[in-house]
């Protein structure tokens, strides 16, 4: 019915009456919860309103009331933008100076506030690129100066805040080019014995997602990243956990040496193959499987495979291949693929023992297999036909018919392994 213009105009009008005010805020608190709602907000001036009634409170109560419009409001991409433009981060890193050094409690509340605000303005692509200024903004270096400060609410929302600049690939090649890697080991160092949860979890984020560019991947290990993030090995804490491994995983991709030396690391590699079995927490057990497989994958080295195979860790990436994710099922095939390639002698027990070539059978089988999937799977076969055993296995199910049916597959790739592989089971049989 049009009241939420209605309201703003009023706002803008009486902004002296207290009274009305008041009462203005209170129903966009009570409106501003709705989705629909916001999208109406956004076509009013209401960033420009609440920042300008923002600047003019002095008590803590009634700062509170506008935080508490604010919030909400914040959650949409374009008042995000609008309260940016609005200038309601001058305002923010103003209280954040003002209380950083109180113990009173209405001023740690008043800068967990601004600082939680400050990184959700950030969450918008375009705020975030504003406030970014190819990295020589006011904002960007005022965050940065919160990463060594003793509060810890703000390290938080320092690490948070670089961990939502860090969303595209130019601006973290930029912020690795000047030094931000080592401003956040610094942090994590803090935080390794009896640290704050928060702030480790935040740090890790920020390091994962700096490690996504190519060109920042070799500048990291060579910063020691991986020591640095090594030392939460033992953290119980399943977003630490599962923070540490994506950031180990981002910087070994197509970097043999490192992967090599992560996958050497007996230590690592048992952990590893603890948290496969994690199974209250599936976002630790995806992310240890995956890290598993990427480790055979980017080293293709026998060493690793042995470290692996002698942790238990075979019997994961072969359960990894049955997995409801295609990108998963895939990266556990090609890792088994190497296997077999690479050491198969070593894996042969442990391959036998998790069923690998019943699991092929089925995924050949099973018409919803996405092309890549049988096609990797296929390649797997032929890798396995080395052994005694699994050869006997393959033999012993009916491959032959299964594999007949793909050469007519509508993937050429899927067509022409198919027909290689009939060839090669024929031979061998």
């Given at each position: 019915?049009?009241?939420?213009?209605?309201?703003?105009?009023?706002?803008?009008?009486?902004?002296?009456?207290?009274?009305?005010?008041?009462?203005?805020?209170?129903?966009?608190?009570?409106?501003?919860?709705?989705?629909?709602?916001?999208?109406?907000?956004?076509?009013?001036?209401?960033?420009?309103?609440?920042?300008?009634?923002?600047?003019?409170?002095?008590?803590?109560?009634?700062?509170?009331?506008?935080?508490?419009?604010?919030?909400?409001?914040?959650?949409?991409?374009?008042?995000?933008?609008?309260?940016?433009?609005?200038?309601?981060?001058?305002?923010?890193?103003?209280?954040?100076?003002?209380?950083?050094?109180?113990?009173?409690?209405?001023?740690?509340?008043?800068?967990?506030?601004?600082?939680?605000?400050?990184?959700?303005?950030?969450?918008?692509?375009?705020?975030?690129?504003?406030?970014?200024?190819?990295?020589?903004?006011?904002?960007?270096?005022?965050?940065?100066?919160?990463?060594?400060?003793?509060?810890?609410?703000?390290?938080?929302?320092?690490?948070?805040?670089?961990?939502?600049?860090?969303?595209?690939?130019?601006?973290?090649?930029?912020?690795?080019?000047?030094?931000?890697?080592?401003?956040?080991?610094?942090?994590?160092?803090?935080?390794?014995?009896?640290?704050?949860?928060?702030?480790?979890?935040?740090?890790?984020?920020?390091?994962?997602?700096?490690?996504?560019?190519?060109?920042?991947?070799?500048?990291?290990?060579?910063?020691?990243v991986t020591e640095a993030v090594l030392k939460f090995l033992k953290s119980e804490m399943p977003p630490v956990q599962f923070k540490l491994l994506g950031t180990l995983r981002m910087l070994i991709d197509a970097q043999a040496e490192a992967a090599e030396q992560l996958g050497k690391n007996v230590k690592l590699v048992e952990r590893l193959v603890e948290w496969c079995e994690a199974k209250d927490h599936a976002g630790v057990m995806g992310e240890s499987n995956r890290l598993l497989s990427a480790l055979i994958r980017?080293?293709?080295?026998?060493?690793?495979?042995?470290?692996?195979?002698?942790?238990?860790?075979?019997?994961?990436?072969?359960?990894?291949?049955?997995?409801?994710?295609?990108?998963?099922?895939?990266?556990?095939?090609?890792?088994?693929?190497?296997?077999?390639?690479?050491?198969?002698?070593?894996?042969?027990?442990?391959?036998?023992?998790?069923?690998?070539?019943?699991?092929?059978?089925?995924?050949?089988?099973?018409?919803?297999?996405?092309?890549?999937?049988?096609?990797?799977?296929?390649?797997?076969?032929?890798?396995?036909?080395?052994?005694?055993?699994?050869?006997?296995?393959?033999?012993?199910?009916?491959?032959?018919?299964?594999?007949?049916?793909?050469?007519?597959?509508?993937?050429?790739?899927?067509?022409?392994?198919?027909?290689?592989?009939?060839?090669?089971?024929?031979?061998?049989?």
């Amino acid at each position: 019915m049009g009241v939420i213009p209605t309201l703003v105009k009023l706002l803008g009008i009486h902004c002296q009456n207290a009274a009305l005010t008041e009462m203005c805020l209170v129903a966009f608190g009570n409106l501003a919860e709705l989705e629909s709602s916001k999208e109406q907000f956004a076509s009013t001036n209401i960033a420009e309103e609440l920042v300008k009634l923002f600047k003019k409170q002095i008590e803590h109560d009634k700062r509170e009331m506008i935080f508490e419009v604010l919030a909400p409001l914040a959650e949409n991409d374009a008042i995000k933008l609008q309260l940016v433009e609005a200038g309601l981060v001058e305002c923010l890193l103003e209280i954040v100076q003002q209380k950083v050094d109180s113990d009173k409690e209405d001023d740690i509340a008043e800068l967990k506030t601004a600082s939680d605000l400050m990184v959700l303005l950030l969450l918008g692509d375009e705020s975030m690129q504003k406030l970014f200024e190819g990295g020589k903004g006011n904002v960007f270096q005022r965050v940065l100066s919160w990463i060594p400060s003793n509060n810890h609410q703000l390290q938080l929302a320092g690490a948070l805040a670089i961990a939502n600049f860090a969303r595209n690939d130019g601006n973290c090649i930029h912020m690795v080019d000047n030094g931000i890697v080592e401003k956040l080991m610094d942090l994590l160092g803090r935080h390794v014995e009896e640290g704050n949860v928060t702030v480790q979890h935040a740090a890790l984020s920020a390091l994962r997602n700096l490690a996504i560019p190519v060109v920042n991947k070799a500048k990291m290990l060579s910063a020691g990243v991986t020591e640095a993030v090594l030392k939460f090995l033992k953290s119980e804490m399943p977003p630490v956990q599962f923070k540490l491994l994506g950031t180990l995983r981002m910087l070994i991709d197509a970097q043999a040496e490192a992967a090599e030396q992560l996958g050497k690391n007996v230590k690592l590699v048992e952990r590893l193959v603890e948290w496969c079995e994690a199974k209250d927490h599936a976002g630790v057990m995806g992310e240890s499987n995956r890290l598993l497989s990427a480790l055979i994958r980017h080293s293709k080295s026998k060493d690793v495979i042995k470290t692996i195979v002698q942790s238990g860790g075979i019997k994961h990436l072969v359960t990894m291949a049955t997995s409801e994710h295609v990108i998963m099922q895939n990266e556990a095939l090609v890792a088994l693929a190497l296997i077999a390639a690479l050491e198969l002698g070593t894996a042969e027990k442990d391959l036998e023992s998790a069923k690998l070539v019943q699991i092929l059978h089925k995924l050949l089988a099973d018409e919803r297999s996405a092309p890549e999937i049988k096609y990797n799977s296929m390649v797997l076969i032929c890798a396995l036909m080395g052994s005694e055993s699994l050869h006997k296995e393959v033999q012993d199910l009916a491959f032959l018919d299964v594999i007949s049916k793909l050469r007519s597959h509508e993937n050429k790739s899927v067509a022409q392994q198919a027909s290689l592989t009939e060839q090669r089971l024929t031979v061998e049989s």
